[in-house]
Structure formats: C-alpha cells, structure tokens
C-alpha cells in the first residue's frame, strides 16, 4: 500500500486524466488548495460534481480525500460544529469500510471527526477525543503526516482540559519521534506548539517557537504561502501583545477585513485586540462590538457553542468597557444560552454570571425626552447606536406595554450593530402583542431570510395565513435566497392570483425565469409588467410606484435578444433612446470593447475581452481553453447590470465596462489547441498571427515578456518564449491547421511545438517532442 498520499494524489490525477476524466482529476489536485486557503466559493463550486464523478466510477478512496478536504474546509476555515457533525460522522464510518480503510487519506477522518467535536464543546469531549485518537496514533507511523495531524490534534485536546503543560510535553515526544522517523514538523506543530506556550504564560517562548519553526520552513526549500503569512502574523501580534510590547503587535496584527474573510485567525486576532485595548493601543468602539457580534452569530449558526461562548464573552468584557449596556446584557444572554449547549461549563458559567452582573450594575440612561418622542429625537440626533440602543430599552422598560415603534427602532439599532439573533427574538415577541403589524412582519421576513432560518421563514408563513398574498412572497423570497427559482415562479404565481397588479412580483417572477433559463417567460413577464405600470408622464403623485424603470427595460431587451425578437429588442431600445444602424433584423453591430465575467469549470470567474455588438450581445475576443464553455468568436448575452466601478478621471481611456455573461446566443464552433515555443521578433509574430487570421483561425498569446524558455545551443543561457492559444475554425480540419501552421513557421530558426494538434491531425509527434525536450518546454 501506498502511504505517502501526495504520492497516491500524482498517481490518481494522471491515470484520471489519462482517461479523459479532466474535470475529475482537476478537482482531485486543487480541493486541498481550495480547502486550506479558504476559497470558499471555489470549494463550493467544485465538490458536489467532484463527488457524484467519484461515485459514479467506483473510486472510494477519491471520495474519501474530496470529502476529507472539504471537511477541513467546513472546520476549521468555516469553523462549523453541529453543522458539520452528520458528514464528520458518515465520513468516519465510511473511511473505515473495507474498500476504503487502506486510503492513505482515511485516517484523517478521525481528526475531522476529533476537530468538530472541539467546535462544539472541546473541553466537554475530551474524554472521547482522547480516546479516538490515542487509538489512532498508535496504527499511524511517525513518518506519516497524519501522525503529525494527529498530535497536533491530541496536544489541542490537553489544552481543552486544561493542561497545557502536558501538551507541551506531548508535542515534545511527538516531533522527537518525526525526525527519528526521517521528517520533520510542519509549519502548523507550531501554532500547537505557540498555543500551550501562550496559556502557560510564556510569551517569549512562544515567539522563538515561531521564529525556529518558519526558519527551518524555509530552510527546507518550502516557500509560506498567504496562509501560512496571516496566521503567522497573527499568532506573533497575540504574543506580542501579551508581552505588552503594542508597538509590534499593531505592526503584525492582520486587518479586520482579513479576519471577517479568514475565521480561522479570529479567536486569536481577538484575544490580541482585546489586550490592546486594554493597553489603549486599539479603539474599542460600537464598530468593533458590531464585528466581534457578528462572528459570535456566525458561530451561533454553526454550532459551534464553546467558540461562540468564548467570543461573546470577550465582546461583552469589551462592551461593559464602553459602557453599552444593552449590548453587554445580550451578550450575556447569549452565553447564557450556550451554557445549556455545553457538556461542561467549570470555568466559563462563572464568566457569564460576571457578565450579566456588571451589565445589569450599568446605570439605565435618562431619557433626554417623553418616550413617545424618542424615536423622533434620535432621528434629529442620531447618537451613537449603541446609546440609542441603551435610550430605546429604558424606553421600553419604562413602558406600561411595549410600544411596536420603540421595538422596530431598538430592532434597527441592535441590528446596526450585529445581534441579529436579538433582533428576531424582540420582534417575535411584539408580533405576540401586536400581530397586524406589517412593519413587524416585513422587518422580521427579512431577517428570517437573511439568517438562512427556514424553520423561522415556515412559522411565520403560518401566521400569514389569513393574508394569502402575503405568505406567497415571503416564500418566493426564502425560495429565491435559496436558488430555488422554479418554487420562485410557482410562489409568484400565487401571488398574482390574489394581487394582479404586484409589479414587484412580475420582477422577482422573470428575475427567477432567466435564471432557469426560460427567456421566453421572462421575456413575457417583464411584457407584462410594463403593460401593468404607468409611463412617469402619465402617473399621478400616488402611483409613482407603478412608473415604468429604467431597469425593466433594460431587462426586456435582454429577456427578447435571448429569444432572438429583435422587434422587441429595438422596440424597448427605442423606449431608452438607443438608436440601431438597421430598422429590422438581427442586432450585430460594432459598439465598444467591453469585458464579460464568465465562470471557469472549476468555480472562479474570469472577465474576458468582448466587442459589444448591440444592447445586450457580444461576441467573445481570446480563443479559451477547456476550462470555459465559451471561445473565440462566440456571441453571448449578458445581463445588464455594470459590475464595476465607473472610471475614476483620467482613466477612461484604459476603463472597459463589465457585465455578468447569461447565456450563449451563436456559438462560433472553433477549436482550441496550444503553441508553445520561443518567440520570434515582432514583425515575424504579427505576421503569423494575420496569415492565420486572414484564413479564418484565431491566435491569443497568454504569454509575457516575463517567459523564458532554454536555448539549446548555449548553455545557460534563455530565450524569449511564446504560449499561445490557435483557434482552428469549424470549416478547418486539424490536419489542415497542422499543414497550414507547418508552412508559415518552416523558415523560423527555433521551432514551435503543438503536439495536441500534431496528434489530432495524425501527424508525427516527433519533432514535437524533440522540440519541447531542447527548448525545455
């Protein structure tokens, strides 16, 4: 058996790629890369056709290393606890069948399965974690990565019992065994290494322990990627700031904008900020509160109980300092509410208490005016939100019955600053006194939608029983924040049955039609939403909502160009005051360079260099290769909406607009194949490329002048190299774009290689490969 899984990894990517299952063997290669700098999106985007390809073929081991990464990536760069719990279970058990238990990738289930246990209460399953992975360490050689995983792991595990010490000691014992076995710690042995160091007090320590873990790194030949930068930076800035020395700690500490997008620094990054706080190093103001509250939700959500605890109980010691009553009193509701999800709460249920006793200790402000004209007041005064917090809840207090305005305005400030949790539980509980409200309704859908909180979305639908309409459009906007765009037509529907004139339907409707990819019936839709609104000259003060916009039309003509009407098309183009060269007949004109944002197959975008040829077409520029669906000369619709910024003066030159690519119109048919080799002077490439042109092919260069290739007739020495894309047209054969490219580059003193075309053509590879092996291609 193979042990060295990176080993296995090369060997399985080439026999999958050999058998023609690219997209497969892609996502085998990049899903860690994905996994581990935290490309979200890109994971997403991959995975489930990753995983359905695996299982189709009958390859256990590929579904155990793809489902392994992205539990990784669930853990700990999304830092999921009760969320991730059912695959962290499914993979353990599937990880240990007998086609499975050989995977070289199968025992790092059990540190997927010990990692979300820890998100969920670390201290409370210690016993079991323990237990597994003693079990485990003892079948793994310390040669393996796993072992170094695995210990890592174990030392955590001390740490949540409370004994650092004694995971020191292990890691010591652990790397001892590494490098008797022939290897050496990762990078991240000293993050474990860092955290006992931190908790026992030892500062110093701890950043030497960094210092000789990124040397011996580097030493190694290995290069720090930006992961490996951000924790770095951020585990010294924690230390620093524990030695008080603010001055480096400020200098390393990443950004706030890094932890919103990493939650894997988070929990340091905040042990950091706090301490600095604390020094008068850092601002701790509603700002910062609103962030931290946002990250204890997101936890919250996630199930991860004893991290959300251990962040809401630093945001609150930080909201006490500021004096923000209502927000410390939330706070120490919240830990109140995750101490009864917790299987152990020695020495964290006496920090909740402290809590919500300093927070109550907090003097209640005095009203500046009668409560019945606070809401006023503040829109005149606009205080600081977290006071206008702390005005509304005495308001409310004072109250003989909570009055609906100061709940929807306590609703919006608590929301401004990141307790959305608090906010639905407020307004639930003044639908109870006050179910007519449509304020209510409306500002809690919103937020039920926004938190992803179907079961919520469903018990609100069932108030909404007694307004049918009502119910409808909630669901077809939890449909449509979902994705589900054929329920979005279905709700819509039954919207309009009982209100035909809801224009904002008509859009959510066709809105979700052109994402099914049915132009036809957005075409319709947005018909007959103009039909149902009012032209602005005609509507009366009343009815300006009805007014036909700007957008609708906008999204009439690329609904009708999808559909190929071109009446339609220059009908609302005319409605907007475009004029067309011709007055019938398809739109195929010459505009303006623009860009379209187009997906790759493996979950990025890219924005491709188009010539607009009317109102919402374009035909593509660079001839692509099979990671798009799109090539050269292909003409697409794209949604009208501008995705970038307007050109700041001075740059309008150099400024193309971009739009978001809908649907392929006429596709051009060409063919990709590649030409790599050293470059020839410009007169001699511009030269190939027109032939080329002039005959119908297409040529795009991806190369710079920063690729160089060897010169095989002096040594050491290089040559400027050309890797470039040839599009062969569908009226071209490959033999013939063989024959043709052979004649125009036969007088060159260095030759190009294009062996996939050689080999279409059924040419002879030879020279091909002679010249890749001289020119080192």
């Known amino acids: 058996m193979t042990t060295d899984i990176w080993s296995w990894v090369h060997d399985t990517h080439r026999q ?163 490098r008797a076995a022939g290897e050496q710690v990762s990078l991240s042995f000293a993050h474990s290494r860092a955290s006992a160091l931190h908790r026992l ?77 604390a020094a008068g190093e850092f601002p701790n103001d509603a700002a910062l509160g609103a962030r931290l509250a946002g990250w204890a939700g997101e936890l919250d959500l996630a199930g991860s109980h004893r991290p959300c605890l251990v962040l809401a109980l630093a945001a609150g010691r930080l909201a006490l300092a500021r004096g923000a009553r209502e927000v410390a009193l939330i706070l120490a509701r919240t830990g109140e509410r995750k101490l009864g999800q917790l299987r152990r709460t020695d020495g964290v249920a006496e920090q909740v208490a402290a809590l919500r006793a300093a927070a109550e200790a907090l003097p209640h402000p005095e009203l500046p005016v009668p409560a019945s004209e606070l809401p006023q007041w503040l829109a005149e005064n606009r205080p600081e939100p977290e006071t206008g917090a702390d005005l509304l809840a005495a308001a409310l207090a004072a109250a003989d019955a909570p009055d609906t305005v100061l709940v929807l305005n306590l609703a919006g400030a608590l929301g401004t600053l990141g307790h959305a949790r608090a906010v639905t539980e407020l307004l639930w509980a003044q639908l109870e006194l006050d179910p007519g409200s449509d304020y209510l309704t409306g500002m809690l859908g919103e937020l039920l939608i926004d938190a992803e909180d179907g079961d919520g979305v469903d018990r609100l639908v069932d108030r909404l029983s007694a307004a049918p309409a009502d119910a409808h459009w909630l669901r077809a906007r939890w449909a449509a924040a979902q994705g589900r765009w054929a329920e979005v037509g279905e709700q819509c529907a039954a919207v309009l049955a009982h209100e035909p004139d809801a224009l904002n339907t008509r859009r959510l409707a066709a809105s979700a039609a052109t994402r099914r990819g049915d132009h036809a019936e957005a075409q319709r839709l947005y018909q007959d939403l103009l039909e149902h609104a009012l032209d602005p000259a005609e509507a009366g003060e009343d009815e300006q909502h009805r007014t036909v916009q700007t957008p609708d039309l906008w999204h009439l003509i690329t609904a009708a160009t999808a559909n190929r009407d071109w009446p339609a098309v220059r009908a609302a183009g005319a409605r907007l005051g475009i004029e067309f060269d011709q007055d019938s007949g398809p739109v195929d004109e010459e505009w303006q360079l623009i860009e379209i944002r187009a997906p790759r197959h493996n979950g990025t975008t890219v924005d491709l260099p188009a010539l607009r040829t009317g109102p919402a077409t374009a035909r593509v520029l660079p001839v692509l ?67 080329l042109q002039e005959a119908g092919y297409a040529v795009w260069a991806y190369s710079g002048d920063q690729y160089r290739i060897t010169d095989p007739h002096h040594e050491g020495e290089t040559l400027p190299g050309v890797y470039a894309a040839l599009g062969v047209p569908p009226t071209a054969s490959a033999k013939e774009a063989d024959a043709l490219l052979t004649d125009l580059t036969a007088a060159w003193p260095h030759p190009l290689a294009w062996p996939a075309l050689a080999e279409a053509a059924g040419a002879d590879l030879t020279r091909h490969r002679e010249t890749i092996d001289a020119y080192d291609l």
């Open 625 to 691: 290769g099979d990671d798009h669906d799109l090539n050269h000369g292909d003409v697409v619709v794209f949604a009208p909406a501008l995705l970038n910024d307007h050109p700041e003066p001075g740059e309008e030159e150099s400024w193309h607009p971009v739009f978001e690519h809908l649907t392929l119109l006429d596709p051009a048919g060409f063919t990709t194949y590649w030409i790599d080799g050293c470059c020839p002077d410009d007169d001699t490439w511009y030269a190939l490329r027109g032939a």
């Open 201 to 277: 007090g030892r500062h110093q320590d701890a950043l030497d322990a960094y210092d000789t873990a990124e040397h011996a790194y580097v030493a190694a030949g290995n290069r720090l990627d930006d992961d490996d930068r951000r924790k770095l930076a951020v585990g010294r800035a924690l230390q620093f700031a524990a030695l008080g020395r603010t001055g480096p700690a400020l200098e390393l500490l990443p950004a706030v904008e890094e932890a919103d997008r990493y939650p894997d620094i988070r929990h340091r990054w905040t042990a950091a900020v706090e301490l600095l706080v």
């Open 16 to 178: 999958l790629a050999e058998s023609g299952q690219h997209r497969l063997a892609d996502a085998l290669v990049e899903i860690a890369g994905h996994a581990v700098e935290g490309r979200n999106e890109q994971l997403d985007a991959m995975y489930p056709e990753a995983l359905a390809s695996a299982r189709a073929l009958g390859l256990p081991w590929v579904e155990v290393f793809l489902r392994h990464w992205r539990l990784q990536n669930l853990l700990n760069k999304r830092y999921q606890g009760e969320a991730a719990m059912s695959e962290a279970v499914s993979l353990l058990e599937f990880a240990h069948r007998e086609e499975t238990a050989s995977c070289p990738q199968s025992v790092c289930a059990v540190q997927d399965f010990t990692i979300c246990h820890a998100n969920i209460d670390g201290p409370g399953y210690v016993p079991e974690r323990l237990a597994v992975l003693e079990e485990t360490l003892e079948r793994v050689e310390p040669a393996r990565a796993c072992f170094d995983c695995l210990s890592r792991e174990y030392a955590d595990t001390l740490e949540d019992d409370g004994r650092p010490a004694d995971a020191l000691t292990h890691l010591d014992r652990a790397q001892t065994r590494i």
